[in-house]
């Protein structure tokens, strides 16, 4: 990672000593830093993620993981939207009284059933254990987890129950580091999410 912030730096550099012998360009400003005593212009740079190929997955593993490369692209969505939807009631809720907390908490819960209950009830076992993981992934919390904070551990062992009851488990967590599904699965949204696949 340094190696590459040497060589943006020194390209850049290189730019700007090209054009000293130039008109200067008014009206342009940039920001710089002071280093070792010498002025040098500072840019901010988006940030990269570098693979070690162009394509996050092989033509082999797309062929191999057809329907997992179809659950993930049918379930992220709905992770998607439950993060939307978690980040705007927190922020509703984090000033309101007690009382008013569990009565928005109840709403929103309300609400998410009346849209969604009939379209996730349709999809598959397999489907729902991408989903658990998916939600994770976006919220950087497990299923049960969520629960636990907005309707208490009471609600979250009862759900955790009933989920094991069906094969589930609302305490997966999402860990690409460390579990292979994980990373593939991984490199699956972010190949749907840049249009790839």
Not at 123 to 146: C, H, M, P, W
């Amino acid at each position: 990672m340094k190696k590459i912030g040497i060589i943006m730096l020194a390209a850049i550099l290189f730019c700007v000593w090209n054009a000293q012998g130039q008109e200067p360009v008014k009206g342009h400003y940039t920001f710089g830093t002071v280093l070792d005593g010498d002025t040098v212009p500072l840019y901010h740079l988006k940030e990269v993620t570098i693979y070690a190929s162009g394509m996050l997955l092989t033509p082999a593993e797309i062929k191999h993981n057809k329907r997992l490369i179809r659950n993930v692209r049918l379930m992220l969505p709905y992770a998607q939207e439950g993060r939307r939807r978690l980040d705007k009631l927190e922020s509703e809720i984090g000033s309101l009284p007690r009382k008013e907390r569990k009565a928005a908490i109840k709403e929103a819960e309300r609400q998410l059933l009346a849209d969604y209950k009939d379209e996730i009830s349709n999809y598959t076992f397999s489907q729902g254990l991408v989903l658990i993981k998916l939600i994770d992934r976006e919220t950087n919390r497990s299923a049960y987890k969520i629960v636990g904070e907005l309707r208490g551990s009471l609600r979250a062992g009862l759900y955790q129950t009933l989920a094991k009851l069906f094969g589930y488990n609302l305490k997966d967590t999402f860990d690409p580091k460390h579990n292979k599904k994980d990373d593939l699965i991984d490199r699956i949204c972010i190949s749907i999410e840049r249009g790839q696949i």
